[in-house]
Every structure is written in C-alpha cells, then in structure tokens.
C-alpha cells in the first residue's frame, strides 16, 4: 500500500512525514518521533496508557491513525509544562505522592490537562469520570484523584 | 536524640520528576543500534503432545535473521526453587501459554508475519485441571520424570486435633476456594539483551524483577559463569511478584537470539500475549474445621489447603509454605493440624504475587471467624477480641511473639474507630428494607516479615561519597516502583546528614550490586535499608578518625543540614569540603553495607519453630452497599490501620495502603481470567477487568500504626503485601451482613451476590 504525507502540530512543532495507512499515532510518535513518553498498555484503548491530547480532547493514541491527525494538533506528555517549570499537574503529581512506577502516568496527566483545559473546577465526580479510561494498579488512584484536585485549584488562583 | 531530617518524613519521590516528565525510560523505550525484533509462538493447546515444527517458510521470510525451537537449546531448563521450567517447550506443551518456537527480524512487522508461518502439528492430549483432578491417583502425570501430581506438602502439627475438638461446643467445617488472579501490572514484559557488550557475554535491560534470579537462569541456560551475564535493571512499569521467572524466561529466549545473530534482540509482550504466558495467583481450594467453646474460645483448627501450581512449580513451594504459617490466623490455638499443598496442572503455572501465600488462607480463616461468631451469638468483633494475639502469646508454629510489640488491638481499634464500625454493625443488623442494602466487616492478620525460613535472608548495598559531596547508592534489591530509591537515599541521606539531592540511586546492576536475594517478601526496607544504614555507619567511622586527625575533634558527630557537627553545635566542617578534604588526604569514603537477618527455624515435619524474625499486624475493614436486584456490590469506605514499626516516608506507606486496598478490591469482586480447561477467555482490559478509579471506594482511611521494631531501620518492618492480604475477608464479612447470605468463592461477582453460583462454564 502507498504511502500517506502527514503533516500535523506535535507539541508546538510542526511535523511532517510519510505513513503507512494503517500506522496508529502511538507508534508514529514512539518508534519515529522517539517520543517514548506515551505507552503502550494493551493496544486495544482500555487501559488508557498511549493517551495523549488530540485537538485539546485526551484520546487513545492506539486507537487513532496518524494518518487520520493531518492538520491537527498534537500534544504529548513531552509537551506538558515548559523547558524550566513544571505543568501544575505534574507538580502536583509530584507532591501528592501520586507516581509509583509511573507508567500509567504520563497517560493520566494527558487525560487530567484535558479536563482541567475543558473544566476548571472540576467536581471529585467529574475528575474520576475524567480518569475512568486510565488504568492504575499501583496506587488505588486516591493520590491521583487529589493531585487532579490540588493542581485544579492552583490554576484556579492563577 | 536530635529530630530526624530525611527519615519519617514525607519527602517526594526520587524518580518522580523523570516520571511526570515522561523522560523516565522503561524496557520497551530502549534501542539499540542494529536491534532485531523477536517474537515468540506460543501453545494452541492446554496440553498436547508436539508432533512436528516446521520453520522453513518462517525463516525464508524477508527480514528474518533467527528461528530457534527447543531443539537448538542444549540447556532448556531453569528455575529458582525445583528447575523444571523450559526456554521452549520440548515434545509436549504443558499449559496454553507455553513457548514452541521463537524468531528475531529486522521489524517488529516482520517478525509478526513470519511467526504466522511456523506450521505446528499437534496431537491434544487429555489435561488436568484444578487440585481435585490433579490429586487422584489415577490422574495424569503432568510433569515429565514425576511420579504424580504433588509439587510439595508443608504439614504442621501441634497439640492434638482430635483431642481439641472433643473439647469444643462448636464444630463449623467449610470448604473456600479462590481463583487465578493477574498481576496485571501495567507495563507488559520487555527485554532487551544485547551480546558481547564490553567485556560480558550478554547484558539485559528491562523490566526485570529480580535481577538476580535472571541472572541465574541466563548462566544456567547458557552454560556461562555469572560474572558474564549481566543485567541493568529499567524502571519498573509495575511488578506485585510478577516479573520474575516469566522475565528469565524471556532474557532467556532473547539472548539465545542476540548470541546466535550476534546482534541485539528485543522482546515486548502485548497484553495478550503477557496473560496468557505469564504466571498467575494460585488458586486455592481450602477446607477448614475449627473447633471452640461456648465461650468463643477456639480450641481446635483443621486445615486443608490445595494451591494449583499450574505447569511448572515456580514459586510454589515457598507460597504454600506462608500459607501454613499463616492459615490458622492471629489466634491461639492449641491444638492445630495444617497441610498445605501445591499441585501441578496444565493450567497456567502461578508464582509469586503480592501477598504471596497468604490472600487465600485469609480470606477462608477470617471469613470463617465471622461464621462462627454467628454460630456462637457473638459479634465479629468479641469473637477476635477473645482468641486474637497479645505479647508473649504462641503461634501454631509455637513461637512465642516477644521480641516485638503485638499490635493487634491497636490496629483493630483504630481501623474500627475510623469507619464508625459499632455503630454501622448496629444498624446494618437492622432489616434493612428495599433492595439497597449494606454491610460493614473487618479482618485481621499477623505476618512474617521477610523471606523467613523459605531461603537464605541477606541483603547488601553500596554508599559511595564523591569529592565534591554527592552520593551514589547501588542496592542489590531492585525498585519495582513501589519507591525503595526514595526509601534507601532518604536512609543514606539521613546517616550523612546532607539534602536528599545530593542521592543519586542507580539502577540495580548485577556487576555491581552485592547480590540480595529477591525483592520479594516485603523485605526491601528492613533488609536493603539496613544494609544502605550499615554503609553509611561503616563510611562514619572512618570520617570520626580523619575529624579527629584533620579537624582536631574526638567526640561524637553530628550529621545534619550538609555538615558535620560537635556534640555541643559547632560546625566541624561542610559535608562537601570534608568529602573533598578526605579525598585530597587519600581517605576513601565509600562503603559495602551487608545486613544478615536474625536466626530463625523450622521443622519440616511439624511445622514447628520459629519461621520468622518478627511479624506485622493489620486490620481492614469495608463498608459495602449490594443492590440486592442486580449483585452488584459496591464498596463505600475502607479503613485499613496497618503497625509498619516506624514510616521511613508516610507518604509512601499511605501509598501503599490505598494500591493494596484496591487491589484487593479486584481480587474479591471482578477479577475473573475466564478459565476453561486450560483455556484462557479475558487476555486483555476489556474483558478481564481491574478496579478503575470509579470502582475504588470514595474513601479509605489509611492509618499508620507506629511500634517501632528492633530488627528494621529507626524500627521500620513492612506494607506491601500487609495491605493486600485483608481487603477479600474484610469486603466478604461486610457482603454477608448486608445480604445475610455467605459467599465462600471469589470472586464475588454479580451471579454469585444474585445467585449464589457462578453463570460462567467452569463455575
């Protein structure tokens, strides 16, 4: 099958390449963007690891085709906060204790940017909704679910 | 004494930066100049005997560089305790997940289409399946040059049963079972072995567990001396007992490829593939007879437990061996005959996962006190209350618990207080109309710390002070996420007295970390602590004699805020000018710590001794709401008060509780792989389901119990596996007061809360 030209937003950049039709955007941006911060957790959009923002929503980037984000705007977990200072959710991350081996991390932090940049205060309600698509087996997401709400009202006060 | 300023303290992860920045590499993030891809083709087949494999249009594939099977493998077999796991199976595959043939291409595409071209030709055989099947006489032998089905037997015997139960007024005997549970970690399995790197035969990355134990299996199966394999550990995406022997086993396959091809081989399992291969929780089917007075007082247990080892004995003998000492629960008894058991299947084959032999046993033991408290017209609560442990009492190993502080009514009463626990009994043993109902139960354990009489208990580290004041830490036990690199830089940077920055922990590689055993058994922390304590200790002495002849001071030093300190407050000097002052003066200021657990024993034939060094006590308790229409059972609160000696970081423990609590969460009501005869239906998220954060409860008020403990670091002991153990027993007392009806199979899925059976083929 021939090749596509993708060009689309990843993380401010603009990127352009030649895709397979079927490649899914989370191999684009791991294996040719070598950007390994997203995951791959089951490869079937359960588990909530490979999420990343597509057009500002948080989607499972093994679900999407790369071919199918030409002119969109892509952000992953690299592209979360600036060079010198932390996104409030990771830093947030960080002081509630809410990483312990981190995997599913980066995948939670896409799904919660997504809310806050959709809600700004968001209901405890509306953050577990938010995060029901990630899976975490390390932390029973307690510290996760308060990270979410510090970080919220942090911005709130910006 | 001066107040801590590392330990106790709730200091933020050391690798959490690197996490949330998603610069932290895991095993499948890894490349290597020139890396091939490898795939593995696994069993059709519960059990079927291999007739013929044909690779030749697999290995003409383009791109393909290697197609191995068991026949290019001298040396197949490995394993930690019983070696009798193979690379790839040999003439007969004995459960699903079995390896068969195995192949290594230039992409990852082409490594997948080739594995679709290796043509195997089997002929089925009858499986066994389940301990009741395995253990009959007549049974078929499952594993090759065995004579039957038993993997082990750990009898335990003290007093006299028979005697003991004449004595009861009450005599309840029930039968609980369990089921296969995934570790369900959610990174799937990643290696990479790279040959000839330097001056090693192969070196690995990945997501290795136990370092170690990988390392054995490489240098069995490559016939090689240990000093030429070497394994570099990468973050952990999560672990719970999980990736040990099924990650040698992977090494295994890929440095057979990377040795053959002379180039890197990479293997990364999918969620597939990564549940149907790898190894699960035993299930249990247990048996229980207890015996008390009128009174409530037991005098008698017998028990029974039957563990199914699946395919291989793994880790069997050693998880069954925790299930004997723990079966009878934190009561006296006196008079107690346990047997527990593994058996071989043609199951999937089971391990280690958190909790290790004990989720089971607890959940039948503390299920069953609840039943008897009913059967005597006592409350949960009197009935524990009457039996429980206190100093000095004696297990039914017959040890006496006095080295320690028994902690089992301050954790009961704390856990109680928390969830309102009397006044929810009251009024949930109230009828409650309508088809909402709730319930609230608890449970109790005591557990060993550390390995115990299982192996050998040791564990070392490497403190390393550079001149200009930062410091490397090796640790033989491996960060498995649950935050020992926290842990052990908070332990050094407290014995130093310098800012947790100036840590960095490296990763566990086993050319240079001393060999620790497993990082298993909730021992990191006491066993790894102590031996980082013991470093820096060993690097104080010798800075105490280069003050003295340096800076003119004799007495007692004082580590703290980044310098040294007489006794009286004056600052000697600035930790970093003394590190490049000792280093200019030739004085080396790095150090191997080693810490030996206390003596412990144990006779195989009775069960009796003293087969750990010191135990940790628990409680948990849940407050359900079943909606008595539908089954479906949803937990509301948890209070789980757990005595873990002294918190090194409360942040982390509290951590711990909340991941353990939920996990056992899933374990009691959801997790279901779908078995049937050897089959396995749920091999991905969307069928075999773990708690999501709706499924977690709203609350669970994580209690830190502190007493602290001769044997650990500032008295420090364990949470990992304590957290997970109480959450089954705890939701299912709570499940029965709310329906009135007790369940005795997990999971406690909606048929079984409807019906009170499982709808499922193999229920």
Not at chain 2, 19 to 47: E, I, Q, W
Not at chain 2, 629 to 644: I, P, Q
């Amino acid at each position: 099958m021939s090749k596509v030209k993708v060009a689309f937003t990843l993380n401010d950049q603009e990127v352009s390449l030649l895709v397979q039709p079927e490649e899914r955007l989370l191999d684009t941006i791991r294996d040719r963007l070598n950007l390994t911060g997203t995951k791959e957790g089951c490869g079937v959009g359960e588990c909530g690891a490979c999420t990343v923002m597509l057009d500002g929503q948080a989607v499972n980037s093994c679900l999407v085709l790369t071919a199918q984000v030409y002119g969109r705007e892509v952000r992953t977990v690299e592209g979360l906060g600036g060079e010198e200072e932390l996104d409030k959710l990771q830093q947030a991350f960080i002081d509630h204790q809410a990483v312990q081996c981190g995997f599913c991390t980066p995948g939670m932090l896409m799904s919660a940017r997504a809310l806050l940049d959709d809600t700004g205060s968001p209901t405890r309600e509306e953050i577990k909704t938010a995060l029901d698509g990630n899976l975490c087996r390390c932390t029973g997401y307690k510290q996760i679910v308060e990270a979410v709400e510090a970080a919220a009202e942090a911005e709130e006060v910006d | 004494m001066p107040e801590r300023q590392q330990v106790n303290r709730s200091k933020k992860r050391v690798d959490a930066r690197a996490k949330v920045t998603g610069k932290a590499k895991f095993g499948a993030d890894l490349k290597f100049h020139n890396m091939l891809y490898g795939k593995v083709v696994r069993s059709s087949y519960p059990h079927a005997r291999i007739k013929e494999i044909n690779t030749d249009k697999a290995a003409a594939y383009p791109g393909v560089e290697v197609v191995m099977t068991a026949e290019d493998i001298p040396n197949n077999l490995f394993g930690v305790i019983i070696e009798n796991q193979r690379v790839l199976a040999e003439k007969r595959v004995l459960y699903i997940g079995d390896g068969v043939a195995m192949l290594a291409a230039n992409s990852r595409e082409s490594a997948r289409e080739a594995a679709k071209l290796i043509e195997l030709e089997y002929e089925e055989l009858p499986g066994v399946y389940g301990v009741e099947e395995a253990r009959r006489p007549e049974a078929p032998v499952v594993m090759p040059g065995e004579e039957n089905n038993q993997v082990i037997h750990h009898p335990l015997r003290k007093g006299d049963v028979e005697q003991g139960m004449a004595q009861a007024d009450v005599v309840l005997e029930r039968k609980y079972t369990t089921q296969f549970v995934e570790h369900a970690y959610l990174e799937p399995e990643a290696v990479t072995v790279v040959p000839e790197e330097r001056n090693t035969l192969v070196t690995v990355y990945g997501s290795v567990q136990n370092p170690n134990a990988t390392r054995d299996a490489l240098a069995t199966v490559l016939d090689c001396d240990l000093s030429r394999v070497r394994i570099i550990q990468d973050n952990m995406g999560g672990s719970f007992g999980g990736k040990d022997e099924n990650i040698s086993s992977m090494a295994c396959r890929a440095a057979l490829m990377a040795l053959n091809t002379g180039r890197p081989v990479q293997l990364v399992n999918t969620r597939e593939e990564s549940i149907i291969e790898s190894y699960k929780r035993h299930p249990y089917t247990m048996k229980y007879r207890m015996g008390a007075r009128e009174n409530g007082e037991l005098v008698a247990m017998e028990i029974e437990a039957a563990a199914d080892s699946g395919a291989y004995a793994c880790q069997t003998p050693f998880v069954t061996w925790r299930s004997v000492v723990q079966a009878t629960g934190p009561y006296e008894v006196p008079h107690v005959k346990t047997d527990t058991y593994g058996f071989y299947t043609n199951s999937p084959y089971t391990g280690a996962m958190r909790g290790y032999g004990s989720p089971p046993v607890i959940f039948a033991q503390e299920s069953m006190m609840d039943e008897l408290a009913r059967e005597l017209g006592m409350t949960p609560e009197e009935i524990r209350r009457k039996n429980m442990f206190s100093n000095n009492s004696r297990t039914a190993s017959n040890q006496k618990l006095d080295n320690h502080e028994v902690s089992l009514a301050e954790v009961m009463d704390k856990a109680l207080e928390a969830i309102d626990y009397q006044e929810k009994y009251r009024r949930y043993s109230q009828p409650q109309p309508g088809d909402i109902k709730r319930g609230i139960g608890f449970a109790i354990s005591y557990r060993g710390v550390s390995l115990g009489a299982e192996a050998i208990d040791a564990a070392g580290a490497i403190v390393s002070v550079q001149k200009d004041g930062s410091i490397i830490v090796y640790s033989g036990l491996a960060e498995n996420g649950q935050g020992l690199k926290t842990i052990f830089s908070q332990i050094a940077a407290e014995e130093l007295g310098v800012s947790l920055d100036r840590i960095t922990h490296m990763e566990t590689d086993t050319s240079i970390s001393p060999e620790s055993g497993s990082t298993v058994a909730s021992r990191s922390t006491l066993m790894g602590g102590s031996a980082v304590k013991n470093a820096a200790e060993n690097i104080k002495t010798v800075i105490k004699e280069f003050v003295a002849e340096e800076y003119d001071y004799r007495g007692e030093i004082l580590y703290r805020d980044d310098a040294l300190f007489t006794i009286e407050g004056s600052k000697i000097v600035d930790f970093p000018e003394l590190a490049a002052s000792a280093f200019h003066s030739g004085v080396f200021l790095s150090s191997y710590g080693w810490y030996k657990a206390p003596g412990i024993s144990w006779d195989e034939e009775t069960g009796q001794g003293r087969p750990y060094f010191t135990y940790v006590y628990g409680c948990q308790a849940a407050e359900v709401e079943v909606d008595t229409g539908t089954g479906e059972v949803r937990v509301l609160n948890m209070a789980a008060a757990h005595d873990v000696g002294k918190a090194i970081n409360p942040a982390n423990v509290r951590g711990q509780i909340y991941g353990g609590t939920v996990m056992a969460l899933g374990h009691a009501l959801m997790e279901d792989l779908g078995f049937f005869q050897g089959y396995i239906s749920h091999t991905n998220f969307d069928e075999y389901l773990i708690p999501t954060v709706k499924d977690a409860p709203d609350n669970i008020d994580a209690i830190i119990v502190e007493n602290p403990d001769p044997a650990g670091p500032y008295g420090a002991k364990s949470i990992g596996e304590p957290a997970m153990e109480l959450g089954g027993a705890a939701i299912n007392n709570a499940l029965a007061q709310a329906t009135g009806r007790r369940l005795r199979d997990l999971p406690l899925n909606l048929e079984r809360v409807l019906l009170g059976r499982n709808l499922s083929r193999e229920g």
